[in-house]
């Protein structure tokens, strides 16, 4: 424990008082960010079965 505390520079302890805010974005991330969620809303849905819920597929065609 005497190690742990002994690294720890208590100058870095202290709270700053400069107010947070958002990181600056470019251009060009946002547009790759935006190109990424493309596919989730584009993408057809897919073809539902027409098996009820609970019934086994085998049990169906009999």
């Known amino acids: 424990?005497?190690?742990?505390?002994?690294s720890v520079d208590p100058?870095?302890?202290?709270?700053?008082?400069i107010e947070l805010s958002w990181p600056m974005l470019s251009w060009a991330p946002l547009c790759g960010v935006l190109a990424g969620t493309l596919p989730a809303f584009l993408t057809p849905p897919p073809e539902l079965s027409h098996v009820p819920a609970g019934v086994l597929p085998e049990k169906v065609a009999a």
């Open 11 to 17: 100058t870095n302890l202290n709270p700053s008082l």
């Open 1 to 6: 424990m005497l190690f742990a505390t002994s």
